[in-house]
């Protein structure tokens, strides 16, 4: 096994992009991405998607992007796994460079959920959960989030108002980010008094529907510095699953594929949660970032939203959390959201983000955590 | 664009039925938030009611507004997206109605919301190049919304005529038009299809607001002036929020907006929805004053008129009742009559 590294990052504005397809964001995106690099060859493209056949009927994402980028014969497949598609494509490449199969790997998410109209984008979301026993009873994405989050203010005693700091943190840091889709600060009671989508959930506790398409260049630790002298390290890199429906699981207001990925990638990078200094996190909805860090092993269960509350989430608290907006305020094009967090980690370790670290956690969640991706990565050691 | 011949309007008249359901209870009836409803009320035609009765009723008061025989019009073109009939002319039944055939042209024309703007445009042309004395255009609907969906709260039924003649004979003078059309998507109703579907947030930026603020520039361009520069300004009025977001974009005061916006209070009567504003303005405007009319149609496009107010406008408002007295003319029902009154309830 080979020591993988990030040599190139790229992306494309996270929003409502109406006069481009699919093809055309993800082929910015890869662009970008290799621009960053330096370079102009990759011998293998692994796409990140969770469901171009629903949102625009289009499938065999590999060639389309390879084709559309003049990648030419390369090695192109797609990763599916529902919003976690991106977390799970982007382990799909390093595997890949990490074995040797590849030198140099692009690792490409994308989604284009704006081109379907009324419940469409709902419906096939829905598709993330167990259909035959979830969906088929018409339970939506936030209806589930909002059945777990009530759960979790009952069980620990917890306030709609700490769990609902986390997009307003998010919104503040999106600020900053001109990729975000929405760049402006909201106050907590902008949050709790916005539209109810699914009680307690309002439109504000919730990640929008949008297109966006990020990437990233990986290679060995051995070719590195060809392409950069600012490599970023995939210290640690683990997908585990859980069982699909909520209604199986020991409980709801922790996700046990996350704490199995964790677990995994902090054995491999050797560190401890101690040790991390900032985290992209889940934040699809409020509930969702708080249950993030628990299980991610920041705060003990229970703890989360009023760690968030206290501000220690805030660039400039104890572990900065969605720095550069998070799913809340950068945006959510599902298929795609992974790769914008290694992205945004990655500049914040290399020196080109909002916040100057040597480390950094991302975590990118399928389902209600059926399918969860975590990375850590860091500096050259 | 201009015409050949100086040309303006001679006869302008409205009709709102007098049916209202609020859009609370439109919210309360779908667990909705009552508060954060796009209008405070719309109007609903009654069992009776339909496009062509109540653009007969704008006819008839554009006709007594304008006094001119009805067999010396050259057309009469109903613009509306709720046909009576899929397969038969609105049109011929308006004009047996008031008196105008046969010796004339008559037709129903199709745009989404700008239909009878569009009519409207091709009157100009109509009268503007010699083919004919007088041209009828009027926009009408009763528009369709399906149970549940955020259309629901605005699709209103209303309309307005207006008689395009020789510019000596006008109360309002016909400065110039335009009209920006491109293939947008954002709003549609197939064949057999009772309630039309709709992109969302797309029916925002690059339809309503790209549509209606490059139409009103060049209009204004090619006619050396500012939106702003305008007394009165009337936008296609889907809701309160978007006219008043349009101004802004514009650099157009607030207050010119105000007398014709009318969406408030009858909801959004979608090919009469900017021609029932503008004859909120002309029932208010003074002679020597300036009115700019922006229409938007879903598919999509604007057409934008100039008009000056002449003197004989102070005469003839007062021959018909004015938009006023049938806004204030309203009977309250509740969801239930409301939806037998639309055909809502199907077995």
């Given amino acids: ?381 | 664009m201009k015409t050949i011949k100086d040309v303006g309007i001679v006869g302008y008249g409205a009709y709102v039925p007098m049916y209202r359901i609020k859009n609370s209870d439109i919210a309360r009836v779908w667990g909705n938030d009552p508060v954060r409803v796009p209008v405070k009320e719309k109007s609903v035609p009654g069992p009776d009611e339909d496009a062509c009765t109540i653009a007969c009723e704008a006819a008839k008061n554009s006709l007594l507004r304008a006094g001119i025989d009805p067999h010396s019009l050259g057309a009469v073109w109903v613009g509306t997206e709720s046909k009576p009939y899929a397969v038969k002319p609105t049109a011929t039944i308006v004009a047996e109605v008031i008196g105008a055939t046969p010796a004339i042209n008559a037709a129903d024309w199709e745009f989404a919301c700008k239909a009878g703007t569009e009519a409207l445009q091709g009157a100009f042309g109509y009268v503007g190049s010699g083919m004919a004395p007088y041209a009828l255009a009027i926009g009408v609907d009763t528009a369709q919304g399906q149970p549940a969906d955020a259309l629901e709260y605005t699709a209103a039924a209303g309309g307005a005529g207006f008689i395009v003649g020789p510019a000596e004979e006008s109360l309002a003078h016909y400065e110039g038009s335009y009209s920006f059309v491109t293939d947008t998507p954002d709003f549609w109703r197939r064949q057999h299809e009772h309630y039309p579907k709709h992109a969302s947030r797309f029916t925002g930026t690059p339809a309503y607001f790209y549509h209606v603020t490059n139409a009103t520039r060049r209009m204004c361009d090619e006619l050396g002036k500012e939106p702003n520069d305008y007394d009165y300004v009337i936008f296609h009025q889907p809701n309160t929020k978007f006219p008043m977001a349009a101004a802004k974009m514009l650099g157009v005061d607030k207050e010119k907006v105000i007398p014709g916006l009318i969406s408030p209070y009858i909801g959004n009567t979608y090919a009469g929805s900017s021609l029932v504003g503008l004859a909120a303005v002309f029932d208010v405007a003074s002679p020597g004053e300036t009115v700019l009319c922006v229409s938007y149609g879903s598919g999509a496009g604007s057409d934008v008129f100039s008009f000056s107010v002449t003197e004989k406008i102070t005469e003839a408002r007062n021959k018909a009742p004015n938009l006023k007295s049938y806004v204030g003319r309203r009977l309250e029902i509740d969801y239930a009559t409301y939806a037998r009154y639309r055909g809502k309830i199907r077995m």
């Fill in chain 1, 1 to 381: 096994m080979q020591d993988v590294a990030i040599v190139g990052v790229g992306c494309t504005p996270v929003g409502e992009p109406w006069d481009k397809s699919l093809r055309e964001i993800a082929v910015d995106s890869t662009w970008n991405a290799l621009d960053d690099a330096g370079t102009d060859e990759v011998d293998g493209l692994v796409v990140g998607n969770m469901s171009s056949g629903n949102f625009i009927d289009q499938e065999s994402l590999g060639s389309l992007i390879a084709d559309y980028g003049g990648l030419g014969n390369i090695s192109a497949f797609k990763v599916e796994g529902a919003c976690g598609s991106a977390g799970a494509a982007f382990k799909a490449g390093v595997m890949a460079v990490a074995s040797g199969y590849h030198d140099v790997v692009c690792v490409t998410g994308v989604e284009k959920m704006t081109d379907v109209v009324g419940n469409s984008a709902t419906k096939i979301l829905a598709n993330a959960c167990d259909r035959e026993y979830e969906a088929i009873h018409g339970v939506t994405f936030v209806g589930l989030n909002a059945m777990i989050m009530k759960r979790y203010m009952h069980d620990y005693k917890v306030t709609r108002e700490q769990i609902s700091t986390f997009p307003v943190n998010s919104h503040k840091n999106g600020v900053k980010n001109p990729n975000a889709m929405f760049r402006r600060e909201i106050s907590l009671d902008t949050v709790l008094n916005s539209p109810m989508v699914a009680d307690p959930l309002t439109v504000m506790d919730c990640a929008p529907i949008c297109d966006g398409a990020a990437s990233v260049i990986l290679t060995t630790r051995e070719r590195a510095r060809e392409f950069t002298d600012t490599p970023v390290f995939i210290k640690g890199c683990s997908v585990k699953v859980d069982t699909i429906g909520v209604h199986d699981r020991a409980t709801v207001t922790s996700m046990a594929a996350t704490k199995a990925a964790a677990k995994d990638a902090f054995a491999q990078a050797k560190m401890e949660p101690k040790d991390i200094q900032t985290a992209e996190l889940h934040d699809a909805f409020s509930i969702m970032g708080v249950i993030g860090l628990e299980d991610l092993g920041f705060v003990a269960a229970g703890k989360g939203a009023k760690f968030a509350a206290d501000g220690e989430i805030a660039i400039g608290g104890k572990l900065p959390c969605c720095t550069m907006g998070g799913l809340k305020a950068r945006g959510h094009p599902v298929g795609a959201t992974g790769v914008y967090q290694i992205v945004e980690l990655a500049k914040n370790i290399r020196g080109d983000g909002v916040i100057d670290v040597e480390n950094g956690i991302a975590q990118n969640i399928g389902g209600t955590g059926s399918t969860v991706s975590v990375a850590i990565l860091g500096r050259d050691d």
